[in-house]
């Protein structure tokens, strides 16, 4: 395994960023256990062994972020006809990656090799403050995702794949704000987008193959899960979905699309819009 990557850390940041994010606890079940695919069941089965927990914002207003081809950076909310826009400022064209931590309460920025937190204050007008550097020497960081909170120590964590094709487990931690948990996976070069589906330690990928894919993480050793589907070569982006068991994808010709977990079913498409092609982040 790949051991951790060394970079400067700060030291005393998680305890700024609980002072602002209130958590609570839900208790779920870790990871997925199924062949490459094999679609039904297979959430249902990355509910089934391990044990977890969920982390939620104050505001309980889960959404997903959207940094456009201008550099503005938005954030949206869901609702239960669509998805309501706030944005948050510009200035974010340089920025390669960004994922969502905690439903609208936080984020993680990759920009000029160097890993960042931001705060949402939805409460007061969705302003938009800045919670630190983290740690450089994330320059091969091709992709980013939030899974909300895979170990049981109530801290948010994140999963990255690189661009050397290595999936990595990221793990908050009250002194350092992140760290590295242990690998999960090899040859991810294939892979196009992840996405977290709501906090179950677990994401959705699409590869260049066009085939959209799901893993739950275990307690321990590899991500597991399967195939979910083919026919996704016109999927350009993904992101959470902003309800329990979903996410979102954009296509070549800007629809959105929120795709919802039926049991025992695949996910399914619900919301749909059209004019996101200006989207060019997802998280």
């Known amino acids: 395994m790949r051991s951790s990557r060394n970079g400067a850390r700060r030291r ?25 695919g094999s679609a039904a069941g297979v959430v249902d089965r990355a509910l089934d062994a391990g044990k977890g927990v969920s982390t939620r914002s104050i505001d309980g207003q889960p959404g997903f972020l959207q940094i456009r081809y201008d550099g503005s950076l938005w954030f949206y909310e869901h609702t239960e006809s669509g998805f309501v826009g706030h944005p948050l400022g510009g200035g974010w064209e340089s920025t390669s990656q960004v994922a969502l931590i905690s439903g609208g309460g936080g984020f993680l920025e990759v920009k000029n090799g160097v890993l960042r937190i931001w705060l949402i204050d939805v409460q007061n007008g969705y302003s938009l403050h800045f919670g630190g550097d983290i740690m450089g020497g994330w320059d091969n960081a091709k992709l980013i995702a939030g899974v909300g909170e895979v170990n049981g120590d109530n801290l948010v964590d994140f999963v990255e794949v690189t661009t050397g094709g290595q999936l990595e487990l990221w793990l908050g931690d009250e002194t350092a704000g992140f760290k590295h ?3 999960l996976g090899y040859g991810w070069q294939n892979a196009k987008q992840i996405a977290g589906t709501n906090d179950y330690a677990q994401f959705v990928e699409t590869d260049a193959q066009g085939q959209l894919s799901i893993w739950g993480i275990p307690p321990e050793g590899y991500v597991q899960g399967g195939v979910l589907m083919g026919g996704w070569d016109n999927v350009r982006l993904l992101g959470p979905g902003g309800v329990a068991d979903s996410f979102v994808s954009v296509r070549h010709d800007g629809t959105l699309v929120q795709w919802k977990w039926v049991e025992n079913d695949n996910y399914h498409p619900g919301i749909q819009d059209g004019g996101w092609g200006n989207t060019r982040l997802l998280g």
């Open 181 to 183: 948990g242990r690998t």
């Open 12 to 36: 005393g940041f998680w305890t700024a960023v609980t002072s602002v994010l209130a958590v609570a606890l839900l208790s779920l079940t870790g990871t997925a256990n199924a062949a490459a």
